[in-house]
């Protein structure tokens, strides 16, 4: 199975501040990745898919970036509601697997 | 509207079984693969397996091989998730989710793009 690895486990910064959250892979999975948001006692819901590409009616403040084994999320102002964890997925071979997630709390 | 609503919340002794569903609505229920990913309590995302609603055909992850069956009823649009021999560990909620397949530069890909809210089941004595 590709292992997905994601640190740090957690940061904090401040609302406006630019946060980049980095994701790892075990080997190339060329741009098979994607990046959800999870809010406490919710479900997992797509921010970008094949490493950069922005969903429909999510803010431009996201952006993805990465190919083969190293994978970037960020976020370039923060605000508020992007309080979460965020996740990193490979879809490159089965199983799908996920990163253990980087909680991102507001100062 | 376009939706996956799941059952209700579980307990359930060690050793026992559990079924969940998922119910969808809104779309062509036979036209998306449907996965189910678990996340213990303080846990990340832990992926099972999924089922194709129009065949049947089902993929496990060799984890969960021999403990979970996953299966559907294209009368009711409703797939099910089993797990048997329960155990402490199994305690988490568990989410179904819709395989969305996209072409990027010709290559096909698949994303998660409709999860239902989740299901949590408790394995306690």
């Known amino acids: 199975d590709i292992q997905m690895t994601q640190s740090p486990s957690s940061l904090s910064a401040s609302v406006g501040d630019r946060v980049t959250i980095p994701c790892r892979a075990s080997q190339t999975i060329s741009t098979y990745l994607n990046w959800y948001q999870q809010k406490p006692g919710k479900a997992p819901e797509l921010l970008i898919y094949?490493?950069?590409n922005l969903r429909n009616g999510v803010p431009s403040r996201f952006s993805g970036s990465g190919s083969g084994t190293d994978f970037t999320l960020t976020v370039s102002s923060l605000q508020p509601e992007d309080f979460g964890t965020y996740y990193c997925?490979?879809?490159?071979?089965?199983?799908?697997?996920f990163g253990p997630g980087t909680k991102v709390d507001i100062k | 509207q376009v939706q996956l609503v799941q059952s209700g919340s579980e307990v359930k002794m060690p050793g026992a079984s559990v079924k969940v569903s998922c119910k969808a609505s809104?779309?062509?229920?036979?036209?998306?693969?449907l996965h189910w990913v678990r996340q213990a309590p303080g846990q990340g995302l832990e992926w099972m397996g999924r089922v194709n609603p129009y065949s049947g055909a089902t993929d496990y992850a060799q984890k969960f091989q021999g403990s979970v069956t996953m299966t559907r009823d294209t009368s009711i649009s409703t797939v099910y998730m089993e797990l048997s021999r329960l155990t402490s560990d199994d305690t988490a909620v568990y989410y179904c989710?819709?395989?969305?397949?996209?072409?990027?530069?010709?290559?096909?890909?698949?994303?998660?793009?409709?999860w239902g809210r989740g299901t949590l089941v408790t394995v306690s004595s």
């Open positions: 094949g490493a950069s």
């Open positions: 809104g779309y062509t229920f036979i036209g998306y693969f």
């Open positions: 989710a819709r395989q969305e397949n996209y072409y990027d530069s010709s290559d096909p890909d698949w994303y998660f793009g409709l």
């Open positions: 997925q490979q879809t490159y071979s089965s199983p799908a697997t």
